[in-house]
Every structure is written in structure tokens, then in C-alpha cells.
């Protein structure tokens, strides 16, 4: 089935450094969602990409819009909030079902 | 607005009985979809329907599971004779699919513990 491979699977960085998370599918897909899990277990959604990049605030992410393989998701300057499990999400259609990389949990340290 | 509502967000149940779990997608969405999470296997698809006609259960284990959804207001997920394996979050989520946007919005999961 089609996979999505998602790196680093875990990663720790200082406040105020940046990073970059990346997510490879094996196929091409139509759409990438980006969500951040809390530390109780919520899917909160940061970005949804049928194309190009969108930013907010800290968070930029970028989906390959030539052959649609690849996404990533840059985090800037981090804060002791950025930390969680990140995790990105693709769709081989624009409202299909969501197959889940394997997320990336990231720690902020101080 | 309240978000995707989930009940209950704690289940246990014993070996061989049945659960029911309810999803209350966000007022005015048209598609709702479940998924489930567990250490080993990450986060899987099981089931979505779009203005509550079934489109794709491809995820779905063939036996004992079922889903549906009655109206535009909720969706529920049942597991006949329940198994250990079966333990996992279970997550529902919905979209609106109007602006371009396909979001899909989460809720904060059934806990389902099975003995």
C-alpha cells in the first residue's frame, strides 16, 4: 500500500535553533496535512498543502508541487511549546483518507 | 464550535463483548472518517463517509466491525466480541470540503481497553 516515511523519527534541538522535518511518499499524492500531537493525545492540524508552501508564525511547510513525492515542515526558532510528536499525512486525493508517516517526536530544550 | 466530539473517551471492555463508540463530526461537515492509533502500528485508516453514504472502508478489519452513520450529526463505530488486539485510539475526524480546503479536523479519541 502506499507508504509515508517520515524523518527524523525523533529529534532534540535548543530554544531558538531551527530544523526541518520531512516527510517521502512512495507514490503521488494529491495532498499533505502536517498535525502536532500533544502530550494528551490530540491531533492538532497545523497545515494542509494541496500545493506549494504556507507559513504561521514559527511554522513553514512546503509540499513538492512537480511530483508531489515529498513534503517538509521547517520549525523556526524553537520554543519549549514546539515539543510533541509531529506527524504529516497524505491523501492520494484532495478529500480522501489521511495515510500517517510515523511521526517525529521532537524535544525543546531550554 | 465545539470541535469533533467523542464519546466515551475511556472504554474497558471484557474479552468477547461488544463497544460502541460515538463521533459527533463539526456542524456542517460533510465527510467524517475514522482512524485508530496504537504503538506498534501507528496511526491507520479504518473507515470514511461523505454525506453519510459509505465511501471507503478499505481499512476496516473484515469481521467484527462495523461502521455508520444514521445521520449528519453522528457516526458511531461498533467492535462485535471484542479482542485484546483490538485495544487502541480510536479517532474520529471530519471535513467540510468546500473553500478548497479537505482539512481534516480530529477529535480527542475513544481509549478502548480490552481485557
Known amino acids: 500500500g502506499d507508504q509515508v516515511e517520515q524523518s527524523p523519527s525523533a529529534l532534540s534541538l535548543h530554544e531558538g535553533t531551527d530544523s526541518a522535518l520531512r516527510c517521502n511518499f512512495t507514490?503521488?499524492?494529491?495532498?499533505v496535512q502536517w498535525f502536532r500531537q500533544n502530550s494528551r493525545g490530540s491531533l492538532i492540524s497545523l497545515f494542509y498543502l494541496a500545493s506549494g508552501t504556507k507559513e504561521n508564525g514559527r511554522l513553514k511547510s512546503a509540499f513538492d508541487s512537480k511530483e508531489r513525492r515529498y513534503s517538509t515542515l521547517h520549525i523556526r526558532d524553537a520554543q519549549l511549546e514546539d515539543s510533541g510528536t509531529y506527524f504529516c499525512a497524505a491523501g492520494r486525493g484532495f478529500a480522501s483518507a489521511l495515510t500517517f508517516g510515523s511521526g517525529t517526536k521532537v524535544i525543546v530544550l531550554p | 464550535n465545539a470541535g469533533v466530539i467523542q464519546t466515551p473517551r475511556h472504554k474497558v471492555t471484557g474479552k468477547g463483548q461488544e463497544a460502541t463508540l460515538w463521533c459527533e463530526p463539526i456542524s456542517g461537515h460533510s465527510a467524517v472518517f475514522w482512524y485508530r492509533q496504537t504503538i506498534v502500528q501507528g496511526l491507520e485508516f479504518l473507515t470514511y463517509?461523505?454525506?453519510?453514504?459509505?465511501?471507503?472502508d478499505s481499512g476496516m478489519p473484515k469481521e467484527r466491525f462495523s461502521a455508520q452513520m444514521p445521520n449528519q450529526s453522528h457516526s458511531t463505530l461498533k467492535i462485535q466480541s471484542t479482542q485484546p488486539q483490538d485495544s487502541a485510539v480510536y479517532l474520529c475526524a471530519s471535513s467540510s470540503d468546500w473553500g478548497g480546503s479537505y482539512e481534516q479536523y480530529f477529535g480527542p479519541g475513544t481509549r478502548l481497553t480490552v481485557l
Open positions: 507514490t503521488t499524492m494529491r495532498s
Open positions: 463517509f461523505r454525506n453519510q453514504a459509505p465511501i471507503d
